[in-house]
């Protein structure tokens, strides 16, 4: 048994070699494949949050802008968010959306949609905390193809019944050709 299972393995290893010296050497090269640019991306922001109110009394429409401090450099942060109250207060609020990412220069963005949840604070009703999973989904200049996720973990303060400030910070990735 114990020489079968070398007969094999020796078999196995002259194939393999065969294989290997028989493909022609373009389809080994670098240059057949897409290019591709992935990084890690970190940031964390300051956001103000105007609600406005929509026909369905459980719906607002949320618009946000802010500013970013990433891995990626500086950004301006705007969207437009959907967030569904729950009919009682112990379940979460559903927020989707999309927001764009511009370059403090203007010559990129970055695109992205918005999904998640957010909890009110226990210790205080005016006061949620958020966790989001964004999608990249393309955008200008540099980031044309752009593509990735994150999770994106927020701090919501209400300061009146149809505004907010919010702090988050976002872990992820983007991958983009060149």
Request: neutral net charge.
């Amino acid at each position: 048994m114990k020489i079968i299972r070398q007969l094999n393995r020796s078999i196995l290893r002259v194939v393999c070699a065969a294989m290997i010296l028989t493909i022609p050497t373009a389809l080994l090269t670098a240059d057949d494949h897409p290019e591709l640019n992935a990084a890690a991306v970190k940031a964390n922001a300051g956001v103000t949050a105007v609600l406005t109110p929509t026909s369905d009394p459980a719906v607002a429409k949320v618009t946000i802008t802010g500013v970013i401090q990433s891995s990626l450099g500086t950004w301006l942060d705007s969207g437009e968010l959907e967030a569904r109250f729950p009919p009682t207060p112990d379940q979460p609020v559903i927020v989707n959306g999309t927001a764009t990412w511009t370059s403090l220069d203007g010559a990129n963005t970055l695109k992205l949609t918005v999904a998640g949840t957010a909890i009110p604070d226990p210790a205080s009703p005016a006061f949620y905390n958020a966790n989001y999973q964004i999608t990249f989904t393309g955008g200008t200049g540099a980031y044309a193809s752009a593509r990735g996720q994150a999770e994106l973990n927020e701090v919501v303060m209400f300061t009146s019944a149809a505004t907010a400030t919010t702090t988050w910070n976002l872990k992820g990735f983007v991958i983009k050709k060149p």
